[in-house]
């Protein structure tokens, strides 16, 4: 099936740091999605990014549809403990089901 | 709020073993998905479908099959368990076709001994 590849795989930083992630796709898609999971529970939506240059901010979290619609990023600005988990990537388009990235595990140092 | 419900959390199974792990929708999505979670491999489809009695294969479907009686149920199937299974299930839905998000379920645990 269709990849996306999503980097860094991991992260470890320290509370208070701004976090950056991104995926990459070899197609174009008509929506990227980012999803956190955390720890024993199932993905949750964080943001939905419907059109090329799209900007999209949800508290400290801002993410983008990049404008050659095969890219996008994460930002957390100010981390805090709780922001850990696992960030998933996601893309859409049309009809079909979707195609997730690998993750980014984030850990966050007090 | 849209709820995806998972019966199990955690199982534990012995190889050989039919094993069903059950989801319940309660938005009247028309769409369901059974994804596995394993380290560093992110989520893999197994198997979807669109409507009620319609299914097709993910990118993994070997080792499952599904069913889907009702349209808020969908319904994962280990016809004989291994120990290549262990893994965590997660299910999911959406509206429809033309839906742009998906919701998950908690997901279930399944250790295959």
């Known amino acids: 099936g269709q990849q996306l590849n999503q980097s860094p795989q991991s992260m470890f930083i320290q509370e208070g740091e701004d976090v950056s992630m991104n995926c990459t796709s070899s197609s174009i898609f008509n929506t990227w999605l980012w999803y956190k999971q955390e720890p024993g529970e199932g993905p949750v939506l964080l943001i939905a990014l419907y059109k090329a240059g799209e900007l999209t901010s949800n508290g400290r979290l801002t993410a983008q549809f990049g404008i050659t619609r095969k890219d996008s990023f994460l930002n957390i600005s100010a981390s805090i403990p709780s922001d850990v988990g696992i960030y998933f990537c996601a893309e859409y388009s049309g009809n079909t089901p979707l195609v997730f990235g690998k993750g980014t595990r984030l850990s966050v140092i007090a | 709020d849209v709820k995806v419900t998972q019966s199990s959390r955690y199982l534990v199974k012995r190889t050989g073993e039919k094993v069903f792990l059950e989801c319940v929708q309660d938005m009247d999505h028309e769409n369901m998905f059974w994804y596995r979670q394993d380290p560093g491999l992110g989520l893999r489809l197994i198997y979807f479908s669109y409507d009620v009695k319609m299914k097709e294969k993910g990118d993994i479907p070997e080792g499952y099959s599904v069913s889907r009686e009702k349209k808020e149920r969908f319904s994962l199937i280990l016809e004989s368990a291994s120990t290549n299974q262990t893994s965590m299930y997660l299910c999911?839905?959406?509206?429809?076709?033309?839906?742009?998000?998906?919701?998950f379920g908690e997901g279930s645990w399944l250790t295959v001994v």
């Open positions: 999911a839905s959406r509206t429809d076709r033309t839906g742009n998000t998906i919701y």
